[in-house]
């Protein structure tokens, strides 16, 4: 216990919640599978990121997370590796539509750059992900999503009329990603946001990310998350 606490001082790891999962300190100890883990190293990760070093086993204990951690500290990879070991460990993969993993990002560039890496990651086991923001036409998109996906990685307003097309359902969503939700909040999207999360079943896991973390979001966080636990990597602003 006191050389848990010291490792995570040495990360300038915070963290709250019960029971929470001790930090890993490679990659090795999470367990992946050979396929994913061929692709972390072909990235050049040699070893975790703080943040990736506690919310790694969090997300893959199938806890609920609020991640707090400044731009650039690798975020993408700590919810997107466990959502393919989420997605793997589904029983009949094939048999029923829509995406088993949404993720959820401010602005289609950051969309884009989620996009790129998930796919990195999805590839080598043979999961599809569709990008869902501005860039294409509504109707090859529409047309990409009713071909089938695993993955999702989408801008609020554009999922949203694609779900009004009916191009998709999230009735097989369980697995969720709030990325850069105090950007979604700052551009008005919590509307979107809730109309989404209203559309997933309840008992999925959900995680949000944020580099900031003000009163509004906690409460969205509250209100949407599972007995999260918090994590907070080095100082965060309010
Ligand atoms: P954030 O979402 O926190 O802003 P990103 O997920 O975009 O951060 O990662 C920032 C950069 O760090 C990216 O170029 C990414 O490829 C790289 N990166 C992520 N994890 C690792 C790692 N474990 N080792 C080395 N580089 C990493
Ligand atoms: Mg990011």
């Known amino acids: 216990e006191q050389d848990v606490?010291?490792?995570?001082?040495?990360?300038a790891i915070r963290v709250s919640g019960f029971d929470v999962p001790k930090p890993i300190?490679?990659?090795e100890d999470c367990g992946f599978s050979p396929q994913l883990m061929?692709?972390?190293k072909k990235q050049g990760y040699e070893k975790p990121t703080p943040i990736q070093c506690q919310a790694l086993p969090i997300v893959l204990s199938g806890m609920d997370i609020i991640g707090i951690a400044k731009t650039g500290s690798g975020k993408t990879a700590a919810f997107v590796l466990p959502m393919i070991?989420?997605?793997m460990d589904q029983p009949e993969l094939q048999k029923e539509e829509g995406p088993i993993g949404v993720i959820c990002a401010p602005t289609r560039e950051l969309a884009h750059q989620i996009y790129l890496e998930t796919k990195k990651f999805a590839k080598p086991h043979g999961?599809?992900?569709s990008a869902v923001y501005g860039g294409m036409s509504k109707l090859d998109q529409f047309k990409e999503l009713k071909a089938g996906c695993e993955i999702v990685v989408a801008t609020p307003g554009r999922?949203?009329?694609m779900l009004k097309m009916k191009a998709l359902t999230l009735s097989r969503t369980t697995y969720l990603v709030l990325d850069e939700a105090d950007r979604m909040f700052d551009l008005g999207f919590e509307p979107q946001i809730r109309s989404i999360v209203g559309q997933i079943r309840p008992d999925r896991q959900t995680l949000l990310f944020s580099a900031t973390m003000p009163r509004k979001i906690e409460k969205l966080a509250r209100e949407i998350l599972t007995d999260p636990t918090r994590v907070t990597v080095g100082e965060v602003g309010m």
């Open 25 to 27: 300190k490679t990659f």
């Open 38 to 40: 061929a692709a972390i």
């Open 127 to 129: 999961l599809r992900v």
């Open 159 to 161: 999922l949203i009329d």
């Open 85 to 87: 070991v989420h997605i």
């Open 5 to 11: 606490a010291e490792y995570r001082k040495s990360l």
